[in-house]
């Protein structure tokens, strides 16, 4: 399934190119089309871009979304911002998974041009001025070097869409190889990289509030982990950083499907690297 990021300031003109390309996918292929987008979900964009929690929650719900429609036959095209450059490092990495190819259509506007286009919208599908400036100074604009943002197709408001161009890089580019990261890590949970770096983050700090009070020998409760550590030395922030900073690295390269068990994990780990 074949993967379409678009990408560009707010009013950009994203949404009518998705149009075209799913127009043009019907008329000359039998695959089906799904775009998944803002529009898509009917979300109150004054309401959800004012709120940076409701829009990562959008952002997770949008790919969650992209990843239910991921098959071996359909092409899905993902309307929304997307400019954020770790999103969409984060949608690479799920089609290195799914292994299917995938580009970037990146709509350039000026910031006059798209607020000239919001103001033409109906009054309840505008950004307010504030929201739609706030946007645009956050947009990190893709770059063709970068992996997850190539192929790239830079479009501006006169351009036609280089369709055969587009084909080649869905059908006829092999889709980026998976590594053992992307093989292994449980994309079903949208949440593991940030479970894993809240939950040893409180261990850390579990572990350096328990030694105020504690000697060598003791062992300290952690809060969510079954096993206890056992504190054979004193350890100082610095080290503890440092065997987080490993932890993580480690098991972002070796993830569990269980993400109950993190706790328990790093609880392991630093009774390991204590003796």
Same mark, same amino acid.
């Given at each position: 399934?074949?993967?379409?990021?678009?990408?560009?300031?707010?009013?950009?003109?994203?949404?009518?190119?998705?149009?075209?390309?799913?127009?043009?996918?019907?008329?000359?292929?039998?695959?089906?089309?799904?775009?998944?987008?803002?529009?898509?979900?009917?979300?109150?964009?004054?309401?959800?871009?004012?709120?940076?929690?409701?829009?990562?929650?959008?952002?997770?719900?949008?790919?969650?979304?992209?990843?239910?429609?991921?098959?071996?036959?359909?092409?899905?095209?993902?309307?929304?911002?997307?400019?954020?450059?770790?999103?969409?490092?984060?949608? /690479?990495?799920?089609?290195?998974?799914?292994? +299917?190819?995938?580009? $970037? &259509?990146?709509? %350039?506007? #000026?910031?006059?041009? =798209?607020?000239?286009?919001?103001?033409?919208?109906?009054?309840?599908?505008?950004?307010?001025?504030?929201?739609?400036?706030?946007?645009?100074?956050?947009?990190?604009?893709?770059?063709?070097?970068?992996?997850?943002?190539?192929?790239?197709?830079?479009?501006?408001?006169?351009?036609?869409?280089?369709?055969?161009?587009?084909?080649?890089?869905?059908?006829?580019?092999?889709?980026?190889?998976?590594?053992?990261?992307?093989?292994?890590?449980?994309?079903?949970?949208?949440? /593991?990289?940030?479970?894993?770096?809240?939950? +040893?983050?409180?261990? $850390? &700090?579990?572990? %350096?509030? #328990?030694?105020?009070? =504690?000697?060598?020998?003791?062992?300290?409760?952690?809060?969510?982990?079954?096993?206890?550590?056992?504190?054979?030395?004193?350890?100082?922030?610095?080290?503890?950083?440092?065997?987080?900073?490993?932890?993580?690295?480690?098991?972002?390269?070796?993830?569990?499907?269980?993400?109950?068990?993190?706790?328990?994990?790093?609880?392991?780990?630093?009774?390991?690297?204590?003796?």
């Amino acid at each position: 399934m074949p993967l379409i990021v678009m990408c560009g300031y707010p009013c950009s003109g994203k949404t009518r190119r998705a149009h075209e390309l799913r127009e043009y996918f019907t008329q000359n292929t039998e695959r089906q089309v799904h775009i998944v987008g803002d529009e898509v979900l009917g979300i109150d964009k004054s309401s959800v871009y004012a709120d940076s929690q409701k829009e990562k929650s959008l952002r997770g719900s949008l790919r969650a979304e992209v990843e239910r429609k991921v098959n071996r036959d359909d092409i899905v095209i993902l309307d929304s911002l997307n400019y954020i450059k770790g999103y969409r490092y984060e949608l /690479f990495c799920l089609i290195k998974h799914t292994q +299917t190819p995938h580009c $970037l &259509m990146y709509c %350039l506007t #000026s910031a006059d041009v =798209s607020s000239e286009w919001n103001k033409g919208r109906e009054a309840d599908n505008q950004y307010t001025q504030e929201i739609l400036d706030g946007l645009i100074q956050r947009f990190e604009a893709p770059d063709s070097r970068n992996r997850w943002d190539s192929p790239l197709f830079t479009i501006q408001q006169e351009d036609s869409l280089p369709f055969e161009a587009i084909c080649d890089a869905l059908f006829k580019r092999k889709a980026p190889a998976p590594n053992q990261s992307t093989q292994s890590q449980p994309l079903s949970s949208t949440n /593991f990289l940030y479970e894993l770096d809240k939950v +040893t983050q409180d261990i $850390l &700090m579990a572990v %350096l509030e #328990s030694q105020k009070t =504690s000697v060598p020998g003791d062992l300290i409760s952690i809060p969510g982990a079954t096993e206890k550590i056992k504190l054979t030395r004193s350890l100082n922030m610095v080290e503890l950083r440092k065997l987080r900073r490993q932890f993580i690295s480690y098991t972002k390269m070796h993830p569990t499907e269980n993400i109950g068990q993190i706790a328990n994990m790093f609880v392991q780990y630093l009774n390991k690297s204590m003796h």
